[in-house]
């Protein structure tokens, strides 16, 4: 169904509508929304898929799509869901997890989803530090010791401010043999 010219179509009306409405959202999103609408009606009427294209309208796809991020901003709003706590921005262990990105693309051989995990688990990781309850392990010389972690991380990446400006950190993962750029 997805490489049909009709679906393409659809997707294409489907983002400029949302566009207008000032909702931007992953094609991918307004894809399988769009292929999920399309089988479901194709089901529902007992009929072909290409048949189901005649309900299809990209304005009313729009709106409940919008509706949906609304309700999901609202919902989240009120009790802060979705906001993780930032540390401030001078944080040395935040700048050595950005400073560790073009390094992992590069040894990675640009593979993306291994830097995202890594990323991940050295946040993971960071959230751990402050030794909650139920931390094993030790955390590196400075073990659940907050302050002593930071400075140990400092003394190894000793220009932290650097990791926090943009261009600094794409220069790096440029300088690394790659671009993350939108398609």
Not at 62 to 83: H, P, T
Request: aromatic letters at 6%; glycine letters at 8%; a negative charge.
């Amino acid at each position: 169904m997805r490489n049909t010219k009709a679906f393409k179509e659809a997707v294409a009306q489907t983002l400029a509508e949302l566009a207008r409405r000032g909702v931007t959202l992953a094609p991918v999103t307004v894809q399988d929304t769009i292929e999920r609408q399309i089988t479901t009606v194709a089901e529902r009427l007992g009929i072909q898929v290409r048949s189901a294209w005649r309900y299809f309208d990209a304005s009313v796809t729009a709106d409940r799509l919008a509706q949906s991020v609304a309700s999901y901003e609202e919902s989240s709003s009120e009790k802060d869901a979705g906001q993780a706590p930032m540390p401030p921005l001078d944080n040395p262990e935040l700048a050595l997890v950005l400073a560790g990105v073009p390094d992992s693309l590069a040894q990675t051989g640009g593979d993306l989803y291994a830097v995202i995990i890594n990323v991940a688990v050295n946040a993971w990781v960071a959230g751990h530090i402050h030794g909650e309850d139920g931390c094993d392990g030790s955390r590196g010389p400075a073990g659940h010791d907050w302050e002593a972690r930071m400075r140990t991380i400092t003394e190894m990446q000793p220009n932290i401010a650097k990791w926090f400006d943009r261009d600094v950190w794409t220069a790096a993962v440029n300088d690394a043999g790659y671009a993350v750029t939108r398609r």
